[in-house]
């Protein structure tokens, strides 16, 4: 079954630095990949998806990647703002229509 | 207004009491499913529906129960607790493409249930 890393528990970054969160998958290219934003006790919050055969997506200060070669997405937060601190979820399809998440990294911008 | 909606938000309960955790949207999704989250395991689905009267298993399904008898509604059936549910607990819903699912999740407020 498919298996994601997220690369770090907790990244802590100074404000208006851009923050790189790494996602990486084990087994199969997935068709697309999505972050979430999850703040404490709260729902997560989708942000961003990308599919297989794009290379990068943007939205505002957010940047996602998706390299299949290296089995890997990095996600980009550029001029970070304290208000961005919360963990940050990816997610892919595994099998069977089940979805497969990290278990997220802990982002703390520092002011 | 676009919602997930679930109930409760906060429950304690002991071992053995048959307890139900609903889930309402009103977004007419096909997707519906029910995750975990614990400490250092992130998101673990239990659940999912990808309509009515379709339901399948996701990664943690012992000891939980589903049914999906209306497009809105998804309840998360406990029928016996035990304490390693304790656990926060989120349902979630989308709509479905052509080629499958493969748009955003929407995600409720979250259940935090406690089993003594």
């Known amino acids: 079954s498919q298996k994601i890393e997220q690369n770090s528990e907790a990244l802590n970054i100074q404000e208006g630095k851009t923050a790189t969160l790494t996602c990486n998958y084990t087994?199969?290219?997935?068709?697309?990949l999505q972050w979430y934003r999850q703040d404490p006790g709260r729902g997560p919050v989708f942000l961003l998806l990308?599919?297989?055969?794009?290379k990068e997506k943007r939205k505002e200060r957010l940047k996602v990647t998706f390299d299949t070669t290296l089995k890997q997405s990095l996600f980009h937060i550029t001029a970070s703002q304290p208000a961005d601190s919360a963990t940050y979820l990816c997610?892919?399809?595994?099998?069977?229509?089940?979805?497969?998440f990290g278990s997220g990294t802990q982002l703390t911008v520092l002011p | 207004e676009a919602q997930v909606t679930q109930n409760p938000r906060y429950l304690i309960t002991v071992t053995g009491k048959k307890l139900t955790v609903t889930c309402s949207q009103n977004?007419?999704?096909?997707?519906m499913s029910w995750y975990r989250q614990d400490p250092g395991l992130g998101l673990r689905q239990i659940y999912y529906?990808?309509?009515?009267?379709?339901?399948d298993k996701g990664d943690v399904p012992e000891g939980y129960k589903v049914s999906r008898k209306e497009k809105r509604n998804f309840p998360l059936i406990l029928e016996s607790p035990s304490p390693n549910q304790t656990s926060l607990y989120f349902c979630?819903?989308?709509?479905?493409?052509?080629?499958?699912?493969?748009?955003?999740?929407?995600f409720g407020e979250g259940s935090r249930l406690t089993v003594l």
């Open positions: 979630a819903s989308t709509g479905t493409s052509g080629r499958g699912h493969s748009g955003e999740l929407f």
């Open positions: 087994n199969y290219s997935p068709a697309y």
């Open positions: 990308i599919r297989e055969n794009e």
């Open positions: 997610v892919t399809p595994g099998s069977a229509r089940q979805l497969t």
């Open positions: 977004m007419n999704h096909e997707y």
């Open positions: 529906s990808m309509n009515v009267e379709v339901t």
